[in-house]
């Protein structure tokens, strides 16, 4: 089974700072895939950005990027240029490449509440 | 639709009544997944679906949780007796193929059990 872990509740920054959320995960599998989720108070989850785990090279999705320590079995989020629009909650989700019966089921972390002050 | 479709919105529920919760996924998506959200929680699997084959229900917590897409598209969550503890958020998402495809999600359905 996989398991991801978000070890922060709650984060906040300034508008137009840089910040990191972190994400670890525990698997036994070697291919799989890794996401970001935003979710605002409108409950919609919104992809934001995913890594495939057999690239080396980190995603970036304009103001989104990943450091994606394959070793670590860790997965950070960065966001440069905090807008106020980037207030929502966080997930970091796994999903494995071929799974037998569950297609491509996501496995969610906690959750980061992320609050952009103006 | 443009996106997924969730109704209702809102349902409050006295203790042991039943429920159903439903679906309206991306016109042509073959996957559709039912996720439970506890408040404060990330979303946890409930179950699977490829077209009208429920292939993974391994996440429904009891008996009393009951899905089915038998046309392979509109999809219903049916909770029977309900408890305080199925109080959550129930969202539901469709993608278009089977293997690594992009998961598109309603707004979910918010469930109050009093």
């Known amino acids: 089974a996989q398991t991801v872990t978000q070890s922060q509740p709650e984060m906040s920054v300034q508008e137009a700072e840089t910040v990191t959320l972190s994400c670890t995960y525990d698997t036994s599998e070697n291919n799989y895939y890794l996401f970001w989720y935003k979710q605002p108070p409108s409950r919609q989850m919104i992809l934001v950005i995913r890594q495939e785990a057999y690239k080396q090279q980190n995603a970036t999705e304009n103001r989104f990027s990943v450091n994606f320590q394959k070793a670590a079995k860790s997965f950070s989020l960065k966001i440069s240029d905090s807008q106020l629009g980037d207030t929502a909650m966080y997930f970091c989700?796994?999903?494995?490449?071929?799974?037998?019966?569950?297609?491509?089921?996501?496995?969610f972390g906690e959750g980061t509440q992320l609050t952009v002050n103006p | 639709g443009a996106g997924v479709s969730q109704s209702p919105r809102y349902k409050v529920a006295k203790r042991g009544q039943d429920v159903a919760l439903r679906c309206d996924p991306i016109s042509g998506h073959v996957s559709l997944f039912w996720y439970q959200q506890a408040l404060g929680q990330g979303p946890e699997f409930l179950t699977y679906f490829q077209n009208e084959a429920q292939l993974d229900k391994s996440g429904l917590p009891s008996d009393r949780f009951f899905a089915e897409r038998p046309e392979g598209s509109v999809s219903t969550l049916k909770i029977q007796r309900t408890q305080q503890e199925d109080s959550a958020v129930y969202l539901c998402a469709s993608s278009l193929g089977v293997w690594f495809t992009e998961a598109f999600f309603g707004q979910g359905t918010r469930l109050t059990v009093v």
């Open positions: 989700a796994f999903m494995k490449v071929r799974a037998e019966t569950s297609g491509s089921r996501l496995t």
